[in-house]
């Protein structure tokens, strides 16, 4: 009897500590296998950011569904789409799809600075369009929209959006766009697009050996503020907005003094983006005959919406009866060095 | 009287329905986006219309035009001159009519006319396609229009009447025109337009069949204001209207660009509106004065 009692209290020791040590062990097991990233260059920023201990947004999306990706992008490019079960979305505006206004790949060389000029120089160089909405590429990696003066255009409307990113693309879709809002399904699509053309840790010049840093943390599962701070400090978490009145007619140099070439840059792949005849954006186009380049010139010294010096620094407003309008740019979206330009490269055509 | 029925004639031409070839593929550019980017190299008008006849051009996709025609009374003639403000008083002929874009190169439009000739009550559709589009390689935009219209005035009981409509198909007409268009320069485009209208019923000294060879275009003063002509040589010659001469169409106008929409003002010789009146139907000789005001409004929708 006494050698069968301690024979149970063995067992009775030995089965719980090797229960204990096999959680332990897979607890771990799983631990190490999760966290050993494979990260590399086109390794998404918010992947890294998210993992390094960095809080996840709203819109946060973690594995990204490629058919909701296609979905999402036919409904930034179109402004429809048809889904799986073979429904079809209607268009979210009439006047506008997203990619009137907002490119979709990458438009600035450095991404921590919002510069006019530099962002000119980047789009001649890739041949991408010069437009007033800032980039959807990277969206997703923003903390703030409608920033700095946007308030002023759209009063309490922009409070609300300005926080969370499916607010800014209602505020989009319904006033800068004068369409619908999304429903739900249509908003996760587009989210889900928004996070494959997200920032990349190439995008923000991360090299190889850094990127095998921060894998490393990652393993360590501790927040790494001084990491994410850096990562952060590569691109900015809003594009500031300032807007700016139109140039006094003493500061305009009616294109005497600008850039040509950068001026018909600017007018093909900004004016003509929307302007283009046949492209049906807008009634009022602007083809490259003299007639016209004389027509912008001879309105140089306006103060309406046929000066260019206006017009670009004002837009139009959607009026009753005709609701597609023009948006203006920002002293951050064209400088008034750039409208220069402009003034030069339509003055040399209207000679 | 002479009468011929030809209901299917314009039906023949919807063939072009079917044809697969479009013309934006000559001058697509595909760039790093897809295909949304087609850049259209030319506009050779700015609206579908020269003063009577249409023009090389459609309607975008997706754009719906509505559109009032006016044709007011004589200026110079004995009707005209300062009693009824040179023709302001009199309504020549009416056309309200909506149009539609279907594709880029395809459209489409529905319409009724007071109608100025001896038939009036004219409802007219008309379809109409691009086939080719002027670029640096072509040197013409090439463009037809097949349309179809029926009265539905009472049947006059003179018998000598056009509109002595014994069967229902004499109430019926075609109008079929090719367009021939080309932008020389920024300021001048040209349009040659060989037309035939086809009218079922028709008086006795008239003839069914009535070819047209037009000639027009728009010369830009600047990027708002434009003037417009066209002539079109009518065949046969000797034709007459229970009596009537019949005369060469011919008109001449302006038309304003107000902020992309175009507002039209012409005079012309013609009290009709529409291919079945202006090409058989004109009566007028403009050397007794007996050319009109019209106007054009035209607002356009994107559905």
Redesign the interface.
């Known amino acids: 009897m006494k050698r069968r009692a301690n024979a149970i209290i063995r067992t009775n020791t030995t089965i719980p500590f090797l229960l204990i040590a096999l959680i332990i062990l897979s607890f771990g097991y799983e631990r190490s296998d999760m966290e050993k990233p494979e990260w590399g260059p086109s390794t998404p920023v918010n992947e890294v950011l998210w993992a390094i201990g960095e809080e996840k947004p709203l819109h946060a999306v973690e594995d990204v569904d490629p058919k909701k990706v296609e979905r999402g992008k036919e409904l930034v490019k179109k402004g429809t789409t048809e889904w799986p079960d073979g429904s079809k979305s209607g268009r979210i505006s009439k006047f506008y799809t997203c990619n009137d206004c907002h490119n979709l790949v990458k438009e600035d060389p450095d991404l921590s600075i919002s510069d006019p000029e530099a962002r000119l120089d980047f789009a001649m160089n890739n041949d991408i369009p010069f437009l007033q909405g800032t980039t959807l590429y990277g969206v997703v990696n923003r903390e703030t929209w409608y920033n700095g003066d946007y308030v002023e255009k759209y009063g309490e409307l922009a409070v609300d959006a300005r926080d969370t990113l499916e607010n800014a693309i209602q505020l989009c879709a319904t006033e800068c766009a004068q369409g619908r809002p999304l429903n739900d399904r249509e908003m996760e699509a587009m989210i889900h697009y928004f996070h494959e053309i997200s920032i990349t840790l190439r995008d923000i010049g991360i090299g190889i050996e850094r990127i095998q840093e921060l894998e490393k943390m990652a393993t360590e599962d501790q927040r790494m503020s001084d990491a994410i701070k850096d990562l952060k400090e590569r691109y900015l978490s809003g594009s500031p907005a300032t807007f700016l009145e139109p140039l006094d007619l003493e500061a305009r140099e009616m294109g005497e003094k600008g850039d040509a070439d950068k001026g018909r840059f600017i007018y093909e792949n900004s004016c003509q983006h929307c302007h283009l005849p046949g492209k049906g954006i807008t009634r009022y186009t602007l083809d490259k005959s003299v007639l016209t380049f004389r027509e912008l010139e001879g309105h140089f010294e306006d103060w309406k919406n046929r000066s260019i010096y206006q017009i670009i620094r004002y837009g139009t407003s959607p009026r009753l009866g005709y609701r597609p309008y023009m948006p203006h740019y920002t002293k951050e979206r064209m400088s008034d060095r750039q409208i220069e330009h402009l003034a030069a490269y339509i003055r040399q055509k209207a000679q | 009287m002479r009468m011929r029925i030809s209901i299917a004639i314009p039906f023949l031409t919807l063939f072009l329905l079917a044809d697969p070839l479009s013309s934006s593929w000559l001058f697509s550019q595909s760039g790093?986006?897809?295909e949304?980017d087609?850049?259209?190299p030319f506009?050779t008008f700015k609206t579908t219309r020269l003063n009577n006849s249409h023009s090389a051009e459609t309607l975008?996709?997706?754009?719906m035009d509505f559109r009032v025609v006016h044709r007011f009374g004589d200026i110079a003639s004995g009707s005209g001159g300062f009693q009824t403000l040179y023709g302001i008083d009199e309504a020549r002929d009416i056309r309200i009519a909506v149009e539609y874009g279907m594709t880029?190169d395809f459209m489409l439009g529905f319409g009724r006319m007071k109608g100025a000739g001896p038939v009036r009550g004219i409802y007219e559709g008309f379809l109409k396609y691009r086939l080719l589009r002027q670029s640096d390689a072509f040197p013409f935009t090439v463009t037809l229009l097949t349309s179809a219209g029926g009265s539905v005035m009472d049947k006059s009981e003179d018998p000598t009447s056009p509109a002595h409509f014994e069967k229902w198909q004499h109430r019926f007409m075609y109008f079929h025109q090719a367009m021939l268009a080309t932008r020389i320069s920024?300021?001048l485009s040209l349009q040659l337009m060989p037309s035939y209208s086809h009218r079922n019923l028709v008086a006795h000294d008239d003839k069914n069949s009535v070819y047209g060879m037009g000639i027009g275009g728009t010369l830009?003063l600047?990027?708002?204001w434009g003037i417009v002509g066209e002539y079109h040589f009518i065949y046969p010659r000797d034709r007459k209207i229970l009596g009537a001469t019949t005369y060469d169409p011919m008109s001449i106008g302006v038309e304003i660009e107000t902020?992309?929409?175009v507002f039209h003002v012409n005079i012309s010789n013609s009290g009709g509106i529409g291919g079945n009146q202006y090409l058989p139907y004109t009566i007028s000789n403009p050397l007794d004065g007996e050319f009109r005001f019209g106007f054009t409004i035209s607002r356009?929708f994107?559905?």
Request: hydrophobic share 20%; net charge negative; proline share 0%.
């Open positions: 790093e986006e897809g949304e087609e850049v259209l506009t975008l996709k997706g754009d880029e920024d300021r830009n600047n990027k708002q902020g992309g929409h356009l994107q559905l």
